[in-house]
């Protein structure tokens, strides 16, 4: 067995891209016995969630809660809108597009891929014109990733919208951010979202177990024209409870709800404008050292960015290249002398092959400030060094300077 991560004390630090750093007040509040379920604090505890969280999507309409990971969002997500036979449409910019529809495949659905790769987003031009060509509306819903965290592309869910409402075409809109949210922007009612999944563990800052399905008026008139619906992912009674254990199918997930009470009080304590900007000014300082590392005279030798254009980047997830094996180096080197872990590569080579070595992630969602991402980079440094992986000079400086000239006054 390799020795423990961190064997000179401090503490460690996971950077990868979900779950993601537990802040302390969300720990503290999570530590105590259980609460009674059927009175007191929990139940108006459970109520206050409800706004808040639809304050963070930013949608006026219903949520769901479901003691479940993301998968469990995905799935009750198309179990409340579509039934065996329907056809969906999934642009695919990364793994976790194809996740989604590998679900909807399993559930006897229909799915069709327009596969873009997962370097560049959404070409919406070519969704329009399967769009267009639909007029028979078979097409019962389009599901698009916002942040493909395999990627690390962030795609532009308003335009996906702007492309149904030009073909005049009913299906509905679905979008996963259980990467994006309280990370990047997103307005669920605002870009005309109809259902929305995301999930605890990422920007929420609470640990992995607890999920939501976001949805609107439209996607509930869907759920009411289904023959039948299984009893565990019906988001009615979870939308609409009459009793506390309505909201949950069963007993409620006592200590998540402690600890998302926490979180979503961190979230709108600091506003969620400032925590948008606070992860657009970190992903920034990021690319600005990832940016500076790459200058070398081969670069195809060095570290690069998964996603070349700026404005197609997740600020919550960044994904790199660098030959293998090196990208595997780097993270069990970081993870053994420095305490630092970081994501490995996903969906960009696959698992068994050599080239799986080559790419990692580094995940800069939720509580992160700026003397932690300044650590990372000056971890992620120090291990280039250490390795003598070919590297450009000025990262630190670079991000630096980034970070000195965005933070606020
Ligand atoms: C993490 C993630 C998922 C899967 O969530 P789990 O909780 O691991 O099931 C799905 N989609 C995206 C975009 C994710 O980042």
Redesign the pocket.
Known sequence: MRAPANPSGGRPYLAI??PSVIPDPVLQAMHRPSPNIYAGELLTLTDSLVPDLKAVAGTAHHVAIYIA????A?EAALMNTLQPGDRVLVPVSGR?AI??SEMAEALGIEVELIDFGTAAGWELSRVSERLSADRAHEIKAVLG?H???SSSIRNDVAALRAVLNEAQHPALLMA?C??SLGCDRFEMDAWGVDVMVS?S??GLMTP?GV?FVFFNDKAAAARARLPRISRYWDWSPRANPQEFYQYFGGTAPTHHLYGLRAALDLIHGEGLEQVWARHARLARTIWAACAAWGHIDVPEQGLQMNVAEPALRSHAVTALRLPAPRASDLRQWLEQHLGLTLGIGLGLAPPDSPEWHGHFRLGHMGHVNGHMIMGLLGGIETGLQALEIPHGEGALAAAAQVLAETTPA
């Open positions: 891209p979900g990971n993301g998968h469990g995905w976790f996740g989604w990733v942040v493909d965290t996963d259980i990467a999930a563990q990422k992995a999920s």
